[in-house]
């Protein structure tokens, strides 16, 4: 998860878990009848999406939690792999949030002996001693702004509906965070945690895909409106429309990336060197690096007519105002050219990317430029493509084939299993 552009408190995580989790004997149990003790085949599953970039700044689901299940809201984050909930353990430190906190029960704590507790200590590179078999596998995430999560691992289930309509309760593993230090607002947070779509073994999809429930596919499309919908299993991907360029590991951890981009704004080259990409929901803005940024900046401020002023907004760091306050982005689109990823990896494989895709209009009703500068955040040569530039898009990441793909879509629209949603 990139930072969320809010108070300099929220800035980048150190630390993406992505840990081994060793495939688990148990079958996922179907709702309301007995099945036979055979595997059953892959499916899918869809989910609304709630939230915006902005005001809200994020995209965030409901999924339920629990025996019984209760609902709980998750940041969508494909840029981190471990799933994680504020909850009572009890809490020392936790801020407000939509739902009871979670509370969870001994029998759902991991031990430290297991290998998955293990495999967490290495990813935070730290020494791996367990006192007794029974003792809890604990964990911190520090952030980049010293901000700081302590938590436990544990196990219990998600209740999730399939396409043909039957429901499963996998018993999955996640993080109980019971002492954050990630800021001091009073207001309520507009989620219960986040929900980890990585592709390392910790993530819900890996888990689901070990379960035999869906495959290691998972698609987001975020609406422009607000909302959207989210995906796991590939009966929604459009194969042969989407754009494909393979995955590449990206040098900065575990992120989903498309590899590397030439850039271009009004249809030619900025000059600049290739771009490491990567995609990360868990983003409100997209993040170039200082080159490309300051290059971005200069043919963006040398392009603009004489009717937009660099004005000063407390929303993002680099606005302009017309004549008249603007309403919406179609206000103000017609006075900036699209830009175009060109990503080497994918036979010139292109990501154009509209005004409406970097341009926010702010309550103040001046257009913003949602590409920040990421090297003031420590994001170094790191470029991430987040909400803003992938709203009405559907995002594919295929693990099954290492793959990401894009195509534009109707992302206001939650679709219905086997119809066309584009």
């Not at 890996?206 to 379960?211: C, I, M």
């Not at 300051?294 to 937009?308: E, F, I, P, R, Y």
């Not at 702010?362 to 709203?391: F, P, R, W």
Request: proline share 7%; glycine share 10%.
């Amino acid at each position: 998860m990139a930072a969320r552009w809010a108070p300099p408190a929220s800035l980048i995580l150190l630390l993406l878990l992505a840990v081994l989790v060793p495939a688990r004997a148990d079958k996922p149990a179907r709702a309301g009848r007995g099945e036979p003790d055979s595997e059953p085949e892959p499916s899918s599953a869809v989910f609304q999406l709630y939230g915006n970039v902005y005001p809200h700044g994020l995209y965030y689901v409901a999924m339920s939690i629990g025996n019984p299940p209760k609902p709980y809201f998750l940041d969508v984050d494909t840029g981190s792999d471990l799933t994680w909930l504020q909850c009572d353990a009890p809490c020392v430190s936790c801020s407000k949030v939509p739902h009871p906190l979670y509370r969870p029960t001994k029998n759902k704590l991991v031990p430290c002996v297991d290998q998955m507790c293990a495999s967490l200590y290495g990813v935070l590179s730290k020494d791996h001693k367990c006192d007794s078999p029974k003792q809890q596998c604990d964990y911190e995430i520090r952030y980049a702004d010293q901000g700081s999560s302590l938590g436990v691992l544990i196990i219990d289930s998600f209740a999730v509906r399939l396409a043909n309509a039957s429901v499963v309760r996998p018993s999955l593993a996640f993080g109980c965070g019971y002492d954050q230090e990630v800021g001091s607002s009073t207001e309520v947070a507009p989620t219960d945690g986040v929900l980890g779509l990585g592709s390392g073994s910790i993530s819900l999809l890996s888990q689901l895909k070990q379960h035999g429930i869906t495959k290691n596919v998972v698609g987001h499309c975020l609406s422009m409106r607000g909302g959207g919908f989210l995906f796991f299993g590939d009966n929604l991907v459009p194969y042969s429309r989407a754009t494909w360029v393979p995955m590449v590991r990206s040098a900065f951890r575990n992120y989903y990336s498309p590899g590397s981009a030439s850039l271009y704004f009004g249809g030619r080259s900025l000059g600049v060197g290739p771009m490491e990409v990567v995609l990360d929901s868990g983003s409100s803005f997209t993040y170039f690096s200082a080159q490309p940024y300051q290059t971005l900046v200069t043919a963006l401020k040398g392009d603009l007519s004489k009717t937009l002023k660099e004005v000063s907004d407390p929303s993002l760091p680099l606005c302009w105002k017309g004549k008249k306050p603007f309403k919406s982005v179609l206000d103000v689109k017609k006075e900036f050219k699209s830009l175009v990823l060109s990503f080497s990896n994918g036979k010139k494989a292109l990501m154009e990317i509209p005004p409406e895709n970097y341009l926010i209009v702010t309550k103040y009703g001046n257009a913003c430029l949602g590409i920040l500068n990421g090297s003031e955040i420590g994001l170094n040569d790191l470029n991430i493509v987040g909400d803003i530039t992938m709203q009405d898009q559907m995002i594919i990441y295929d693990n099954e084939r290492g793959q990401i793909g894009w195509i534009r879509a109707p992302c206001d629209r939650i679709p219905k299993f086997g119809s066309s949603l584009l």
